[in-house]
């Protein structure tokens, strides 16, 4: 499977494409990165689904309240808020 990923894009000594299947975007090939990024998301999903987690986390409500800065919390942050703007 990886020596079919790399021979996608262009013949680098006869200029042909391979694999490319009529699709200009598979021209250039496929970038090593964006491969290692999908390989790892594919990891992080699998890793997710054989782990049991608590559904407690789900059940809870959460009020609208709750959602928005305190004025303490206002008072708290002020330096970081203006260091940001």
């Known amino acids: 499977m990886g020596l079919f990923i790399s021979c996608i894009g262009l013949d680098v000594m006869s200029g042909v494409p391979r694999y490319a299947f009529g699709t200009p975007q598979l021209m250039g090939g496929i970038d090593f990165i964006v491969i290692i990024c999908g390989i790892f998301g594919l990891a992080e999903v699998f890793n ?6 608590e559904r407690d986390l789900l059940r809870q409500k959460i009020k609208l309240r709750d959602m928005f800065l305190t004025w303490d919390d206002w008072v708290a942050s002020r330096w970081a808020i203006l260091r940001a703007g």
């Open 48 to 53: 997710s689904l054989e782990q049991e987690e």
